[in-house]
Nanobody
Protein backbone atom coordinates (compact mmCIF):
# COMPACT_ATOMS: atom_id res chain seq x y z
CA UNK A 1 0.00 0.00 0.00
CA UNK A 2 1.41 3.33 -1.07
CA UNK A 3 1.60 6.05 1.53
CA UNK A 4 2.92 9.57 1.08
CA UNK A 5 3.26 11.75 4.16
CA UNK A 6 4.10 15.43 3.85
CA UNK A 7 5.46 17.52 6.68
CA UNK A 8 7.23 20.79 7.28
CA UNK A 9 4.52 23.27 6.49
CA UNK A 10 3.82 26.25 8.68
CA UNK A 11 3.49 30.00 8.83
CA UNK A 12 6.31 32.34 7.86
CA UNK A 13 6.70 35.97 6.98
CA UNK A 14 7.57 37.46 3.63
CA UNK A 15 11.07 36.42 2.60
CA UNK A 16 11.15 33.45 4.94
CA UNK A 17 12.02 29.84 4.22
CA UNK A 18 10.53 26.41 4.83
CA UNK A 19 11.57 22.89 3.96
CA UNK A 20 8.87 20.41 3.16
CA UNK A 21 9.39 16.66 3.35
CA UNK A 22 7.52 13.84 1.69
CA UNK A 23 8.17 10.37 3.07
CA UNK A 24 7.08 7.56 0.78
CA UNK A 25 6.34 3.95 1.61
CA UNK A 26 5.14 1.12 -0.57
CA UNK A 27 6.79 2.78 -3.56
CA UNK A 28 9.64 1.67 -5.82
CA UNK A 29 11.27 4.89 -4.77
CA UNK A 30 14.45 4.53 -6.80
CA UNK A 31 12.51 4.54 -10.08
CA UNK A 32 9.57 6.82 -9.64
CA UNK A 33 8.58 10.32 -10.53
CA UNK A 34 7.99 12.35 -7.38
CA UNK A 35 6.20 15.64 -7.75
CA UNK A 36 5.29 18.59 -5.59
CA UNK A 37 2.07 20.49 -6.18
CA UNK A 38 0.18 23.28 -4.50
CA UNK A 39 -3.35 24.55 -4.34
CA UNK A 40 -4.06 28.03 -3.06
CA UNK A 41 -7.35 29.41 -1.84
CA UNK A 42 -9.93 29.35 -4.61
CA UNK A 43 -7.30 28.14 -7.08
CA UNK A 44 -6.70 24.98 -9.03
CA UNK A 45 -3.89 22.61 -8.24
CA UNK A 46 -0.62 23.48 -9.95
CA UNK A 47 2.63 21.66 -10.40
CA UNK A 48 5.62 23.08 -8.57
CA UNK A 49 8.47 20.67 -9.22
CA UNK A 50 9.20 17.06 -10.05
CA UNK A 51 12.09 14.67 -10.27
CA UNK A 52 12.75 11.18 -11.53
CA UNK A 53 14.32 9.48 -8.55
CA UNK A 54 16.26 7.08 -10.73
CA UNK A 55 18.49 9.90 -11.94
CA UNK A 56 18.07 13.27 -13.52
CA UNK A 57 17.66 16.87 -12.60
CA UNK A 58 14.63 18.41 -10.95
CA UNK A 59 12.15 20.35 -13.05
CA UNK A 60 10.49 23.50 -11.79
CA UNK A 61 7.54 25.70 -12.57
CA UNK A 62 8.53 29.17 -13.71
CA UNK A 63 6.89 30.68 -10.64
CA UNK A 64 9.31 28.95 -8.25
CA UNK A 65 12.48 28.45 -10.27
CA UNK A 66 15.44 29.98 -8.46
CA UNK A 67 13.63 30.02 -5.11
CA UNK A 68 12.62 26.39 -4.58
CA UNK A 69 14.92 23.36 -4.62
CA UNK A 70 13.77 19.77 -4.86
CA UNK A 71 16.07 17.08 -3.53
CA UNK A 72 15.85 13.42 -2.68
CA UNK A 73 17.24 10.95 -0.16
CA UNK A 74 16.83 7.46 -1.54
CA UNK A 75 18.01 5.90 1.72
CA UNK A 76 15.06 7.50 3.47
CA UNK A 77 12.56 7.25 0.59
CA UNK A 78 12.02 10.95 1.02
CA UNK A 79 11.92 14.00 -1.20
CA UNK A 80 12.33 17.52 0.05
CA UNK A 81 11.25 20.91 -1.18
CA UNK A 82 13.39 23.74 0.12
CA UNK A 83 11.46 26.97 -0.32
CA UNK A 84 13.28 30.28 0.02
CA UNK A 85 12.25 33.91 -0.39
CA UNK A 86 8.62 33.06 0.17
CA UNK A 87 5.83 35.49 -0.63
CA UNK A 88 2.10 35.55 0.11
CA UNK A 89 1.57 34.21 -3.42
CA UNK A 90 3.15 30.96 -2.25
CA UNK A 91 0.42 30.44 0.35
CA UNK A 92 -1.20 27.11 -0.43
CA UNK A 93 -1.67 23.53 0.58
CA UNK A 94 1.35 21.64 -0.72
CA UNK A 95 1.05 18.04 -1.86
CA UNK A 96 3.48 15.43 -3.00
CA UNK A 97 2.57 12.70 -5.42
CA UNK A 98 4.13 9.69 -7.11
CA UNK A 99 3.90 8.56 -10.71
CA UNK A 100 5.17 5.09 -11.51
CA UNK A 101 5.74 5.52 -15.25
CA UNK A 102 8.21 8.38 -15.50
CA UNK A 103 7.95 12.12 -15.26
CA UNK A 104 5.99 14.39 -17.53
CA UNK A 105 5.89 18.16 -17.66
CA UNK A 106 5.78 19.84 -14.27
CA UNK A 107 2.25 21.04 -14.98
CA UNK A 108 0.93 17.54 -15.62
CA UNK A 109 -1.31 16.41 -12.76
CA UNK A 110 -1.60 12.79 -13.80
CA UNK A 111 -0.03 11.04 -10.82
CA UNK A 112 -0.91 7.71 -9.30
CA UNK A 113 -1.00 8.47 -5.58
CA UNK A 114 -1.18 11.65 -3.55
CA UNK A 115 -0.39 12.66 -0.02
CA UNK A 116 -2.74 14.54 2.26
CA UNK A 117 -0.88 17.82 2.02
CA UNK A 118 0.80 20.29 4.34
CA UNK A 119 -0.26 23.92 4.68
CA UNK A 120 2.12 26.78 3.94
CA UNK A 121 1.05 30.29 4.88
CA UNK A 122 3.15 33.35 4.11
CA UNK A 123 2.20 36.69 5.61
CA UNK A 124 3.35 40.12 4.59
Amino acid sequence: QVQLVESGGGSVQLGGSLRLSCAASGVAFASACMGWFRQGPRQGREGVANIYTGGGSPNYADSVRGRFTLSQDNAKNTVYLQMNNLSPADTAMYYCAVRHNGCRDVSDLRYDEWGQGTQVTVSS
